[in-house]
């Protein structure tokens, strides 16, 4: 059974940081593709950041900067730390895997980050 669990997530005062874990199972980790998407209120559910299999990374332009996405092949994670929030940071997080060499994809449950005074 293919499990991705993420946590970190919370309430933050503007310019705070928060770093978000997912946890898979299931997978073969290694050949994942990972990323993470956010959806807010309203919104479409749009790209944050990604890693690929073998560690490049990739950000939304507008995140550069603030947000670093990292992955452990070991402990079959990727994090995502989160620096200078804003208040438009505020969504749902979701982890992504996604496989190397075809079209198969997991979500995780997703995890609310909200940014607020």
């Known amino acids: 059974q293919v499990q991705l669990v993420e946590s970190g997530g919370g309430l933050v005062q503007p310019g705070g940081s928060l770093r978000l874990s997912c946890v898979t199972s299931?997978?073969?980790?290694?050949?994942?593709?990972m990323g993470w998407y956010r959806q807010a209120p309203g919104k479409q559910r749009e790209l944050v950041a990604s890693v690929t299999s073998d560690g490049t990374t990739n950000y939304a332009e507008s995140l550069k900067g603030r947000f670093t996405i990292s992955r452990d092949n070991a402990k079959t994670t990727v994090a995502l730390q989160m620096n200078s929030l804003k208040s438009e940071d505020t969504a749902v997080y979701y982890c992504?895997?996604?496989?190397?060499?075809?079209?198969?994809?997991?979500w995780g449950q997703g995890t609310q980050v909200t940014v607020s005074s």
């Open positions: 299931g997978i073969t980790f290694s050949i994942y593709h």
């Open positions: 992504n895997a996604r496989i190397k060499f075809g079209s198969l994809t997991y």
